[in-house]
DNA sequence: GCGACAG
DNA sequence: ATCTTGTCGC
């Protein structure tokens, strides 16, 4: 069991960023993954009103099959009450808890996992993607829709461009602003837990089937929002 | 004090 | 995140 709690709800805000704080420095930036197979994603949807909140976690095998086409091999649906609000920065203590109840639930372990946020592109390099790859021990990448923080120029507009996301007076770099889509807004990828940025890059980029989002993500995303395509949402 | 601000 | 119809384009 680890010392430092990695996560304590119910925190002030003040408190929770001085957990963060500390937890930032056992993130890993360097790859520590081994061979995968498994990719899974993330993703954290509400209902009525924001009073329940829904995670949802597809595994997906990998390599996909011959046609591009990814199988996937488990979907879970988890519902809790919701307990607490959106505050930016501290989105990981909104959404952490149900993520980890959804995958106590799955028969199998991924091998890398993609979550909808930022990994260490965060104001104390701390996103809901290092966040739960601390807390899974796992391999993680964070993939966000939009900036949270840094600055960066604007990506060419082929898919596969991108360019470099920094940050703080020394421009540290912490994630790229990525063209997964030509003539689309740019997605942020980051590492965020044992996975360095040319790798993050690299899966994200491996896994865009000409959608704007990669699969595990997308997969998630669709899951958590209700619209999934199939039945069965466990949950 | 004034903006910015993942989902 | 969520509330929501039709519409433009590959």
Redesign the pocket.
């Known amino acids: 069991m680890p010392t430092v709690p990695l996560h304590d709800w119910n925190l002030a805000p003040r408190d929770a960023i001085a957990l963060q704080r500390r937890l930032a420095g056992r993130v890993e930036r360097e790859d520590r993954l081994g061979e995968v197979r498994r990719l899974a994603g993330v ?5 009525q009103g ?1 009073e329940v909140t ?1 995670a949802a976690v597809v595994v997906l095998a990998w390599p996909p099959e011959v046609d591009g086409g990814f199988t996937v091999v488990e979907e879970v649906v988890h519902r809790e009450p919701t307990r607490m609000p ?1 505050i ?5 203590f909104r ?1 952490v808890p149900a993520a980890l109840a959804a995958f106590e639930r799955l028969a199998v372990t991924p091998d890398l996992v993609m979550v ?3 990994g260490i592109a ?1 104001p104390r390099r701390l ?3 290092s966040h739960l790859g601390l807390w899974l021990d796992l391999p993680t990448i ?1 993939v ?6 840094g600055r960066h120029g604007e990506p060419g507009p082929e898919r596969g461009d991108w360019v470099p996301l920094t940050d703080g007076p020394d421009d540290e770099v912490i994630g790229a602003v990525l063209r997964s889509r030509a003539k689309v807004k740019p997605i942020f990828v980051s590492g965020g837990h044992r996975v360095s940025l040319p790798t993050a890059l690299d899966w994200v980029i491996r896994c865009l089937v000409r959608t704007k989002l990669p699969e595990p993500t997308r997969l998630a ?1 669709r899951l ?3 619209r999934g395509g199939a039945a069965g949402a466990k949950g």
């Open positions: 993703d954290i949807g509400f209902e924001g829904r959106y930016p920065g501290l989105l990981s959404e909808d946020g930022q965060h996103g809901v993607a964070g966000a829709k939009s900036r949270l923080c995303d958590a929002s209700r």
